[in-house]
Nanobody, 121 residues
Framework: QVQLVESGGGLVQAGGSLRLSCAAS????????MGWFRQAPGKEREFVAV????????DYAESVKGRFTISRDNAKNTVYLQMNNLKPEDTAVYYC??????????????WGQGTQVTVSL
């Protein structure tokens, strides 16, 4: 079992930055892929970024490439999402997830409770 707790969300103006954190506890953090997803009102949950444990590589949704950076600190059991040049369309609840998946929601067994990110004009 893995417990995930996100933090760092908030209200920011367009063009601003936020850093989300996701602290994990429970089973060994380092052997999981860690993903960030988001869900806007009335929309399905969508992939944002993933940090793959076995390859040490990352992947991003096209909509956030060049603006968002995912990183992980296995010693601290924490994954981060640095979000720069935020846009109003980035407004959503952001979730971190742990599992064997990459870009699909169903590939992840463990989810955090989510943190709200609101980007104003």
């Amino acid at each position: 079992q893995v417990q995930l707790v996100e933090s760092g969300g908030g209200l920011v103006q367009a063009g601003g930055s936020l850093r989300l954190s996701c602290a994990a506890s429970g089973r060994t953090f380092s052997i999981y892929n860690m993903g960030w997803f988001r869900q806007a009102p009335g929309k399905e949950r969508e992939f944002v970024a993933v940090s793959k444990w076995s390859e040490g590589s990352t992947d991003y949704a096209e909509s956030v490439k060049g603006r968002f950076t995912i990183s992980r600190d296995n010693a601290k059991n924490t994954v981060y999402l640095q979000m720069n040049n935020l846009k109003p369309e980035d407004t959503a609840v952001y979730y971190c997830a742990a599992g064997a998946g990459t870009t699909r929601v169903r590939g992840y067994a463990y989810w955090g409770q989510g943190t709200q990110v609101t980007v104003s004009l």
